[in-house]
Structures are given as structure tokens and as C-alpha cells.
């Protein structure tokens, strides 16, 4: 098994504890991601039909633009986000996404960025366990 431990770097700190969902595409949440539902709708994605609601999300960055954003925070308004999102460097969508969602509902989520070779090594299905510090621990 990979280490248990992964030194990542906080985006947004925050504790997070999940399964993993881990695919290597980027992802488009505006026509990509049902905020009521939580489910991936983009069929051309590895993911599709998949929810990631209550999940820890790995997914190397956002593809699109801005409305990354919007799609994340009323997913956190609905119940519908992802725990947390692991990414392969600092994505501003999702790190505004959370801090939107601290601010309009006192919701934010850890956004933490990872080398690409420990984000290689995650698994779906897999248990996380997400620090304050941006520790990622295999539970």
C-alpha cells in the first residue's frame, strides 16, 4: 500500500474525512456537475453518473472558467459538495469556491494541493482523513 500519509499543501484549510473520488480529468462543474444531485453529468467524463456529494475529490484542476465557482458554492448551499478537493496545484476556482461558501453559509471545504506523484498514488474507495494542516491521512 502507498504511504498513509501525504504532506499536502492547505488552499483552504480545513478537516475533511471521506471516500475518495479519484479520476486524472480535469472537470467542468458548469454542465460537468449537478448541484442538486451531486452526480457528474458531463457523459464524455470518466466520472459520469458518479456522485461525488459528501466525497473527497481528486481531480488534477477545473476546466472552464469562472462558474467553477457558482456550481460549487450552491453544491455546498444544496448539501451536494464534495467534502473536500484534492488537486495537483492551486486552482482559484475552487479555492474561491470555498471561501465563497464560508462566507455566504459559514460552509467552506479544504482545497488542498498535491504533488503530482503523491496525487498519482490515491485510489477511489479509499478512506481520507483531511488536517487543519493539509495532512492527508489513509484511514
Not at 450552491?74 to 476556482?93: K, S
Not at 470555498?98 to 482545497?111: E, R, T
Amino acid at each position: 500500500m502507498a504511504d498513509r500519509v501525504i504532506a499536502g499543501r492547505a488552499i483552504v484549510a480545513g478537516n475533511a474525512e471521506g471516500d475518495a473520488l479519484v479520476t486524472s480529468d480535469a472537470l467542468s462543474f458548469w454542465g460537468g456537475y449537478d448541484f442538486h444531485t451531486g452526480e457528474i453529468i458531463d457523459r464524455r467524463h470518466p466520472l459520469a453518473g458518479v456522485r461525488a456529494a459528501g466525497r473527497i475529490l481528486a481531480v488534477p484542476f477545473s476546466k472552464g472558467s469562472s462558474s467553477t465557482t457558482a456550481v460549487l458554492v450552491e453544491a455546498v448551499r444544496a448539501g451536494t459538495a464534495p467534502a473536500a478537493i484534492l488537486t495537483t496545484g492551486v486552482d482559484a476556482f475552487f479555492a474561491l469556491a470555498s471561501i465563497v461558501a464560508d462566507v455566504m453559509y459559514g460552509k467552506p471545504f479544504p482545497v488542498i494541493a498535491l504533488e503530482p506523484v503523491d496525487f498519482a498514488s490515491l485510489r477511489s474507495g479509499e478512506q481520507l482523513r483531511i488536517e487543519l494542516s493539509g495532512v492527508i491521512r489513509r484511514i
